[in-house]
């Protein structure tokens, strides 16, 4: 199973300003998922970060709002923009497992904006 | 797109049998998955099944029907760490075992 970590753990923002949330793997993987995580609610996919390509966002996310790098293998960013106190969740990465059906997620960032 | 429904929130008691039931409706299908969700943590893979029939592993098992667009995750001789959320979700075809949609959850309580 692949070890995934995420930085920060937590944070509280001002509305307007961005926060950037980093996943590391501790293994090469080719797809990397962004999913989001409102209080009391499932997991809503934003997008799925690809290496070298364009992430591909889900209804209802843009890249304006959620922009997403995927530098190598191992590591990728998601950052949530301007923003307002809706954007208040848990983010959550995710990476496929070598089977490909399962998937193993990181510890999560959970971010509150006042 | 997909549509799946789960239970809010049940209730058991430590040592019973619990049976969480998720339905789907989706054009397409490649697999159900159930995941365990404790507060405050990420979700961990429970079970997945894609064909019909059921799936045993330990406490756990699942079921899945395909034409009835219908599983669920049985959990015996419960205990209060099985406390925590349950999410099924459906592997849409194109993306097989790698692009799930969730279900909302279903909130388990195990009592003493």
């Known amino acids: 199973s692949a070890v995934i970590s995420q930085k920060p753990s937590r944070d509280i923002c001002q509305r307007g300003t961005s926060l950037t949330i980093q996943c590391q793997v501790d293994?090469?993987?080719?797809?990397m998922f962004w999913y989001r995580q409102q209080p009391g609610q499932s997991l809503t996919l934003i997008a799925t970060?690809?290496?070298?390509?364009?992430?591909?966002?889900e209804s209802g996310f843009v890249i304006d709002k959620f922009p997403i790098s995927r530098p190598n293998l191992t590591f990728s960013t998601l950052t949530v923009s301007n923003m307002s106190p809706e954007d208040s969740s848990i983010y959550l990465c995710?990476?496929?497992?070598?089977?490909?059906?399962?998937?193993?997620f990181g510890p999560g960032t959970r971010l509150t904006v006042t | 797109g997909q549509n799946i429904d789960q239970p809010t929130e049940m209730t058991a008691t430590e040592g019973a049998i619990v049976q969480i039931n998720c339905t789907y409706q989706?054009?397409?299908?490649?697999?159900l998955f159930w995941y365990q969700q404790h507060a405050g943590e990420a979700p961990t893979f429970l079970s997945y099944n894609v064909l019909d029939g059921l799936e045993e592993k330990g406490r756990f098992s699942s079921f899945l029907s395909r034409s009835k667009g219908y599983s669920y995750l049985l959990l015996k001789e419960l205990q209060m760490k099985d406390s925590a959320s349950y999410l099924c979700a459906v592997s849409p075809p194109e993306d097989y075992g790698q692009n799930f949609v969730f279900g909302p959850g279903t909130r388990l309580s195990v009592l003493p």
């Open positions: 995710s990476v496929g497992g070598e089977s490909s059906y399962e998937q193993y």
């Open positions: 989706t054009s397409g299908f490649n697999g």
């Open positions: 970060a690809n290496q070298g390509s364009e992430a591909t966002y």
């Open positions: 293994s090469q993987v080719t797809m």
